[in-house]
C-alpha cells in the first residue's frame, strides 16, 4: 500500500498587519490547524469565499510560505526543516499552477524557455538537444503543437496559456500538483478541455492534485474529496459525495444553495438581498451568517468531528 | 425602448478598421431583461459598450447601423446631450468592482458626484438621496460609508456601490457587463437578487451581458447568443434552454460541468472563436460545427423557427434538433 505524497498537520499561519513606528499591530490568522493527506492519484479539493484561506494553505503546503506551526511531508520526506539547497532538491515533487494564464507566463521569455527553466535547475545536466525533446514531448502532452516553442504568451489564446502552465509543472515529473483556481479565468468550453486534460494526465500519471476552487460545480466534476474553509478553519471534509449530497455543516449547506441554478424553472422568487456579515471574533466564526445558530455556538472552539466543525450538525456524518 | 438597428462595428488592428460587430439588431424594453451571451471575443462587451458609445475612445467606429433611444440616434445627439444620457436614461455596471472605483476619491464623493450630474438636488438632498440609494442596495450603514475609501471594501460591497451610483442617475435602462463574474459564489446569489428586485421594483430594462447560463437562467426574459461578431440565436429564456436551436449554443451548454455525471468526460467545443478579419465566408461556426456541410458556405439569415419570436441562423436546426 501506498501512503499519502503530500500530508500536513496542524498548519498554522498568522499575518502580521501594522505595528511598525504607529498603530497596534493586528493579528490575522489566516489558516488554523490545518491538517489532510492527499493519496497518489486522487484529487482533494479546497473550497471556501475569497479571504477563508485556502490560497494560503496551497502555498503553505508548496513552501512558498513559510508555516508558523505544523508538518508538511512530501513523497513521506518531512520538509518543514528543510530550506535552501536540500529544499530546491525536493521541490520537484510538488509544481504548481497558477490562476491567471495571462499573468503567470513571462511575456519576454519563448515558450520553449518558460517551460524548460525548471530542467536548469532541476537536471542542469542535460544536454541543450535533450532538454528542447523534453519540452516538446510536455508540450504534445498538454495539446500544444511543437510550432508553439519559439512563440510567444502573447500569441496564445487563455486555454492554451493554461495548457503551457500545466506543462511547466509537469516537466520536472512532479507527484503532486497544486492546482490554484486553474479554470476560473477561462470560458465556459474552454475550461471543459483544461479540465479533461487534466483528467487524462492525471489518470496517465497517476499525479495527486490539491485543486483550490470557489467553483463548486467544477469541483464536483474533478475531486475525489473536499475541504470546505471558512475564516481559516476548515469546517467540513469529506469524499465529494459526502460533502454535496448529505452536507453537515451549514455554511457547506449555504455554499450548495448559492450555487447557480441549470433552469429558469428554478428561480426562487425571492433571494437574499443584504449585504453578508462578518466572522465572529469569538466562539464559531461562522455563527453571525448561520441560520442555525444556537447560545452554545459562542463558546466552540471549531474542532473538528466526525469531519464537521459544528456543536449543530444539519445530518449525522 | 433602447433599440440597436443593423449595427454594425469596426476595431482597429494594425492601423486598419476591422469589422468586429456586423448587421447587429437588438431592442431593449422598459421590465425586461435581455441576456448577451457568448465566448471571450465574440463582441458581446462591445455591443454593451456602443450602447454608450463608449467604446469611441478605443478606437471602435461605427460602420453603419444606429441605436435609438426613444426613436432619437445617439450618434446624431449633441455631446452635451449624450453626456445626460449616460448614466441618467442609461446607466452602466462594470465588471470590474476591483477597477471601476477611483481608489483616491471616498464613496460619498463618488455618488454624490452623479446625483448632482443628473438630478437637481441640493446638497442636504443629495446627501440624504445617497444615504437611500446605499439602503436600496443593502447597505444599511451608508454615513460611515460614505466616509470610506474604496480600500476599505470588499468585491462584494464595492459592486454594491457600483449598483447604487448606476440607480443614482434615476435610469430607464441598465447595461450591465458581466456584473457578478468577479464575485465570490455566496456574494453572487445576493448581487443577483438585488439587481433582480431593483429591475422588477423599477421596471428597468436591462442588457446582462454574461458567459454565465446560470446567470441567465437566473434572470433573463430574453436570450441572444452572439458568435463572432453576431447573433446565432435569439428568442425568450424557455426557449433558449428547452430548445437550444443552434448548434454552437447547444455546445455551450453541453460544456458546463454541471450538464454530466461526477467523473464524466466535459464536452467541448474544438478550436475558438474567430477573430474578427477571420470569419471567412458563409457560417462563421461551421469550422467547430459538427454539423457542417458545404451548404455551410452560403451566409443566411437570422430566420423564425417554429413559433414566435425564437430565431436561428442555422441551416442544420431540424437534425441539430434530432
Redesign the interface.
Known amino acids: 500500500m501506498k501512503g499519502p505524497v503530500l500530508q500536513v498537520a496542524g498548519l498554522r499561519k498568522v499575518f502580521q498587519r501594522g505595528g511598525f513606528l504607529l498603530g497596534k499591530r493586528d493579528e490575522n490568522v489566516a489558516v488554523h490547524d490545518m491538517s489532510f493527506a492527499l493519496l497518489p492519484g486522487k484529487t482533494l479539493a479546497i473550497v471556501g469565499e475569497s479571504g477563508s484561506g485556502k490560497s494560503t494553505t496551497a502555498r503553505l503546503a508548496m513552501r512558498l510560505l513559510d508555516a508558523d506551526l505544523g508538518e508538511i511531508s512530501w513523497a513521506g520526506t518531512p520538509v518543514m526543516a528543510l530550506s535552501g539547497g536540500q529544499l530546491r532538491k525536493h521541490r520537484k515533487r510538488i509544481q504548481m499552477v497558477f490562476q491567471d494564464p495571462f499573468a503567470s507566463l513571462n511575456p519576454k521569455m519563448k515558450i520553449v524557455d518558460t517551460v524548460a527553466e525548471g530542467l536548469r535547475v532541476h537536471q542542469p545536466h542535460l544536454s541543450a538537444a535533450t532538454r528542447a525533446e523534453k519540452v516538446k514531448q510536455t508540450l504534445a502532452l498538454c495539446g500544444i503543437g511543437e510550432e508553439a516553442m519559439n512563440r510567444y504568451p502573447h500569441q496564445f489564446s487563455g486555454g492554451q496559456r493554461q495548457r503551457i502552465g500545466i506543462a511547466r509543472a509537469l516537466i520536472v515529473e512532479p507527484d503532486i500538483l497544486v492546482l490554484d483556481e486553474p479554470v476560473s479565468a477561462l470560458d465556459v468550453s474552454v475550461q471543459a478541455q483544461v479540465l479533461n486534460l487534466l483528467k487524462d494526465l492525471q489518470q496517465q500519471k497517476g499525479l495527486a492534485y490539491l485543486f483550490i476552487s470557489h467553483d463548486l460545480s467544477v469541483v464536483q466534476h474533478i475531486a475525489d474529496d473536499v475541504l470546505v474553509m471558512f475564516a481559516g478553519h476548515v469546517v467540513e471534509s469529506g469524499s465529494v459525495d459526502q460533502v454535496f449530497h448529505r452536507p453537515q455543516h451549514p455554511y457547506t449547506q449555504s455554499l450548495l444553495d448559492a450555487r447557480p441554478i441549470n433552469h429558469p424553472n428554478e428561480r426562487k422568487s425571492a433571494l437574499e438581498i443584504k449585504a453578508d456579515e462578518g466572522v465572529a471574533k469569538t466562539g464559531c466564526v461562522f455563527a453571525l451568517r448561520c441560520p442555525v445558530v444556537q447560545v452554545d455556538c459562542s463558546s466552540f472552539d471549531m474542532q473538528l468531528n466526525n469531519g464537521c466543525a459544528c456543536l449543530h450538525p444539519l445530518t449525522k456524518g | 425602448m433602447l433599440e440597436i438597428r443593423n449595427l454594425s462595428l469596426s476595431i482597429p488592428i494594425s492601423n486598419q478598421a476591422v469589422l468586429a460587430v456586423s448587421e447587429l439588431s437588438l431592442s431593449l424594453t422598459e421590465g425586461s431583461v435581455l441576456a448577451l451571451v457568448g465566448?471571450?471575443g465574440c463582441g458581446k462587451s462591445l455591443t454593451a459598450q456602443s450602447m454608450l458609445r463608449l467604446g469611441e475612445y478605443q478606437g471602435v467606429r461605427r460602420v453603419e447601423g444606429d441605436i435609438l433611444l426613444h426613436n432619437q440616434s445617439l450618434f446624431s445627439m449633441p455631446d452635451k446631450q449624450l453626456r445626460q444620457v449616460r448614466g441618467g436614461s442609461i446607466a452602466m455596471i462594470f465588471q470590474e468592482p476591483m477597477t471601476a472605483l477611483n481608489p483616491v476619491f471616498s464613496i460619498g464623493s463618488q455618488i454624490l458626484e452623479v446625483i448632482q450630474l443628473h438630478t437637481d438636488l441640493n446638497p442636504q438632498q443629495a446627501h440624504a438621496r445617497a444615504l437611500e440609494l446605499l439602503v436600496d442596495v443593502?447597505?444599511?450603514d451608508g454615513k460611515s460609508l460614505l466616509q470610506q475609501y474604496p480600500d476599505a471594501l470588499?468585491?462584494?460591497?464595492r459592486q454594491?456601490i457600483l449598483i447604487a451610483m448606476a440607480m443614482a442617475g434615476n435610469p430607464e435602462f441598465i447595461i450591465a457587463d458581466e456584473p457578478t463574474t468577479a464575485l465570490?459564489?455566496?456574494?453572487?446569489?445576493?448581487i443577483?437578487?438585488?439587481l433582480?428586485?431593483l429591475q422588477q421594483d423599477k421596471g428597468l430594462g436591462m442588457l446582462l451581458v454574461t458567459?454565465?447560463?446560470?446567470?441567465v437562467?437566473?434572470m433573463?426574459d430574453e436570450v441572444a447568443v452572439m458568435y463572432a461578431g453576431e447573433i446565432i440565436e435569439q428568442g425568450s429564456?424557455?426557449d433558449i434552454?428547452d430548445f437550444p436551436a443552434h448548434p454552437y449554443t447547444k455546445?455551450?451548454m453541453n460544456?458546463?460541468?454541471?450538464s454530466?455525471k461526477?467523473?464524466g468526460?466535459?464536452?467541448?467545443?474544438p478550436g475558438?472563436v474567430p477573430a474578427p478579419g477571420s470569419w471567412g465566408q458563409g457560417c462563421r461556426f461551421k469550422s467547430r460545427c459538427t454539423f457542417a456541410t458545404d451548404a455551410c458556405n452560403q451566409h443566411v439569415a437570422l430566420e423564425t423557427w417554429q413559433q414566435g419570436t425564437h430565431q436561428v441562423r442555422c441551416i442544420h436546426v431540424e437534425a441539430v434538433r434530432a
Open positions: 465566448e471571450s443593502g447597505l444599511q470588499s468585491g462584494g460591497m454594491r465570490d459564489v455566496s456574494v453572487q446569489k445576493r443577483i437578487g438585488l433582480r428586485t458567459h454565465d447560463f446560470g446567470l437562467a437566473e433573463a429564456v424557455m434552454f455546445a455551450l460544456c458546463r460541468p454541471e454530466v461526477h467523473g468526460r466535459l464536452a467541448v467545443i475558438k
